[in-house]
């Protein structure tokens, strides 16, 4: 048995699959594509400028009837659109990837995918809900400031038990595996470069 | 425009489509799962058909979007990979034993074999298979061209060793 034998046989292979078929099945799948990039950025884009003008409202009507923890939590509120903007714009712009390079570059880069995802989790979720959590104490501190001390007080540790159990559930729950799951196809994904350039 | 992309397109495919679905067969074992991943090819050239600016030979163009979605395909279905199965699993239910054994070749062993090796080597041996040169090899998977011979050499001695025991048993 030689090389030479292995390579005739395997050129001579019978391709069973019906190229015309999936040709036609191919049109289908790339307008749901399109509809379904579309409808996405086009609804994000819609409930961002909602938020955006819905808190702009908040603040314009009740501003002159609060203090500045008031106005201090709009810029927070803001704040966060902006990081989430930036991150959800970023993981986007990991989405057009160039399949058409070499792929050890194509490695590479997936690599830096996997890292900013691992990052968002990591990190940005993080940072988001710092932001969330002082927004939101901010904004309830000056709207209850007519209730009682203990009204006041009881309404702020609500919102931070429920902001860090839910990101608590979330972290130790679905992220974990979300990571697990990412740490995985990175080592793979460093194996098979190695593999592939060294 | 669109009918040029779609000329173009069919031109490729009728072009490539053997090596393309070849190159499926290599990377992964499971037949109906290569048709999946065949069809994913076809979608992801017809995807970035658009962005191709003739920097790279076409064949080598097509042949870096294959191997890459194969790539992908794998890392977003972990489950695909092929796990060497032991062999009664791997024996052919008893109606369609007779055919199968008649069936079996070369080639079946040959798939088989492929899919034993490590995954950067499949794809590397499927472009080998496929009668690329060393600098083509090295132009899609972006090996250093000085290390492709060593590393093809290598695992084509893998691949007839494996072929050997296959045949043995």
């Known amino acids: 048995?030689?090389?030479?034998?292995?390579?005739?046989?395997?050129?001579?292979?019978?391709?069973?699959?019906?190229?015309?078929?999936?040709?036609?099945?191919?049109?289908?799948?790339?307008?749901?594509?399109?509809?379904k990039l579309f409808f996405r950025i086009i609804l994000s884009s819609i409930g961002l400028f909602i938020a955006m003008v819905g808190i702009g409202w908040v603040y314009l009507s009740f501003h002159q009837e609060f203090g500045w923890p008031f106005t201090l939590s709009i810029a927070v509120m803001y704040t966060l659109m902006l990081v989430y903007v930036c991150a959800y714009w970023k993981s986007y712009a990991f989405k057009?990837?160039?399949?058409?390079?070499?792929?050890?570059?194509?490695?590479?880069?997936?690599?830096?995918?996997?890292?900013?995802?691992?990052?968002?989790?990591?990190?940005?979720?993080?940072?988001?809900?710092?932001?969330?959590?002082?927004?939101l104490v901010l904004y309830l501190w000056e709207v209850t400031r007519s209730g009682?001390?203990?009204?006041?007080?009881?309404?702020?540790?609500?919102?931070?038990?429920?902001?860090?159990?839910?990101?608590?559930?979330?972290?130790?729950?679905?992220?974990?595996?979300?990571?697990?799951?990412?740490?995985?196809?990175?080592?793979?994904?460093?194996?098979?470069?190695?593999?592939?350039?060294? | 425009m669109f009918d040029q992309q779609e000329l173009l397109f069919n031109e490729l495919v009728k072009t490539h489509?053997?090596?393309?679905?070849?190159?499926?067969?290599?990377?992964?074992?499971?037949?109906?799962?290569?048709?999946?991943?065949?069809?994913?090819?076809?979608?992801?050239?017809?995807?970035?058909?658009?962005?191709?600016?003739?920097?790279?030979?076409?064949?080598?163009?097509?042949?870096?979007?294959?191997?890459?979605?194969?790539?992908?395909?794998?890392?977003?279905?972990?489950?695909?990979?092929?796990i060497s199965l032991p062999n009664f699993i791997q024996i052919p239910q008893e109606d369609t034993l007779l055919e199968k054994q008649e069936q079996e070749s070369e080639l079946d062993q040959l798939c088989y074999c492929i899919s034993q090796l490590e995954t950067s080597d499949r794809l590397i041996i499927s472009l080998v298979l496929e009668d690329k040169s060393y600098k083509d090899i090295a132009e899609i998977t972006g090996t250093n061209i000085n290390n492709i011979g060593v590393k093809i050499s290598r695992i084509k001695v893998r691949l007839l060793k494996l072929m050997e025991t296959k045949s043995r048993a």
């Open chain 1, 1 to 35: 048995m030689n090389f030479e034998d292995l390579q005739k046989s395997w050129q001579n292979q019978p391709i069973n699959v019906n190229t015309d078929l999936l040709k036609s099945t191919l049109q289908t799948k790339w307008q749901q594509y399109q509809r």
């Open chain 1, 96 to 135: 057009k990837e160039n399949l058409g390079t070499s792929s050890g570059t194509y490695i590479s880069y997936q690599l830096k995918k996997l890292n900013w995802q691992r990052k968002i989790i990591t990190l940005y979720n993080w940072v988001y809900l710092a932001l969330l959590w002082l927004a």
């Open chain 1, 148 to 198: 009682t001390l203990i009204f006041r007080w009881t309404a702020l540790l609500v919102i931070t038990a429920y902001l860090f159990s839910v990101s608590l559930w979330n972290r130790f729950k679905k992220q974990k595996k979300q990571l697990i799951e990412i740490d995985e196809i990175i080592t793979d994904l460093q194996h098979m470069k190695s593999q592939l350039i060294d």
């Open chain 2, 17 to 82: 489509h053997g090596s393309i679905y070849r190159i499926c067969r290599a990377y992964l074992y499971d037949v109906s799962l290569a048709d999946d991943l065949y069809q994913e090819i076809l979608f992801q050239i017809w995807k970035s058909i658009q962005n191709f600016k003739g920097e790279a030979k076409v064949g080598t163009w097509i042949y870096r979007i294959a191997v890459n979605t194969a790539i992908n395909f794998n890392l977003k279905n972990k489950r695909y990979q092929h």
